[in-house]
């Protein structure tokens, strides 16, 4: 039977769990969201985080293609980016209703060879069914590298503690290890095995190591403005994951430009990792 693209209405509660969990992983001092509080942004990715039944999963850990999601024989599935407007706030414990689509499949030839764009649309109606957040992710799926040669063992176990650490104005050291992915897999319901399987990251998909999700890293940046004080509403956000970040290298969250206020995941070789662009309420956001 051919795929068609087709609209998924669900109806869902702002979870508490992933909310508190999220806060416990960052460990960075800001205050505890409980039930009743604001969602702070993007945050909705964990507290309506949908778990995927084990039957449906496919190889990579991913539910298996052609329901939702259109049939793309590549294999490499890679969170690219996208686009979140706020309408409204979200409540902790509240009611959504979700409506998502495929907005649109598309082939393209790039350095790697062949991708496929995949973008789909989300609204979000809280109980009031008053419009709270539109949504545009892209999802870009490719070939599998080669297998890493020789097989890298993994690095050295050792805790890196909390993983935000002030290194100046609008600068913070991001450190990752293995129980952050582990932990942050789990409060988004993400089995997506590059994040948590050393085996098959390194000898199936070709990685050097685990690969940080694109959301943590995403959602890491969202947090310096709650790190910074900042009091200012936020009405929309563009990020951009521009290539990946393993699992235990150094990387800092830093001011990219301001306005339009930009923040930056970069690695040690000073190359961006990922990108959010932020709107604010007004003009102060200095």
């Known amino acids: 039977m051919s795929w068609r693209p087709h609209t998924v209405v669900t109806t869902e509660t702002v979870d508490p769990q992933p909310v508190v969990a999220?806060?416990?992983l960052f460990d960075d001092g800001t205050p505890a969201i409980g039930p009743g509080d604001v969602l702070p942004p993007l945050w909705h990715w964990l507290a309506l985080a949908r778990w995927p039944r084990s039957s449906a999963l496919g190889a990579d850990g991913h539910p298996a293609r052609g329901s939702f999601l259109p049939p793309v024989e590549l294999p490499r599935r890679m969170f690219a980016g996208g686009e979140v407007v706020f309408h409204?706030?979200?409540t902790v414990g509240g009611t959504v209703r979700r409506e998502a689509r495929v907005e649109s499949v598309t082939e393209k030839s790039g350095r790697s060879g062949l991708l496929v764009v995949v973008t789909v649309v989300t609204s979000l109606y809280d109980e009031h069914d008053k419009l709270a957040i539109e949504e545009r992710q892209d999802l870009i799926y490719r070939d599998a590298g080669p297998a890493a040669s020789p097989?890298?063992?993994p690095p050295d176990a050792t805790p890196a503690g909390a993983p935000f650490?002030?290194?100046g104005e609008w600068a913070w050291r991001f450190a990752t290890d293995p129980t952050l992915l582990m932990r942050f897999s789990a409060a988004t319901a993400n089995p997506h095995r590059i994040h948590y399987d050393w085996p098959y990251a390194t000898r199936v998909e070709g990685y050097p190591g685990l690969v940080v999700h694109g959301?943590?890293?995403t959602l890491a940046l969202a947090e310096v403005l709650r790190l910074e004080g900042h009091q200012g509403g936020v009405v929309r956000v563009r990020h951009r994951n521009r290539g990946p970040l393993f699992c235990?290298?150094?990387?800092?969250l830093r001011r990219v430009e301001d306005p339009p206020l930009t923040l930056g995941v970069y690695g040690a070789?000073?190359?961006p990792r990922s990108t959010l662009t932020i709107e604010l309420e007004g003009a102060g956001h200095a």
């Open 22 to 24: 999220l806060s416990a």
């Open 88 to 90: 409204a706030p979200l």
């Open 151 to 153: 097989f890298p063992d």
């Open 165 to 167: 650490t002030r290194v």
């Open 215 to 217: 959301p943590l890293m």
């Open 248 to 252: 235990g290298q150094s990387a800092e």
């Open 269 to 271: 070789d000073s190359e």
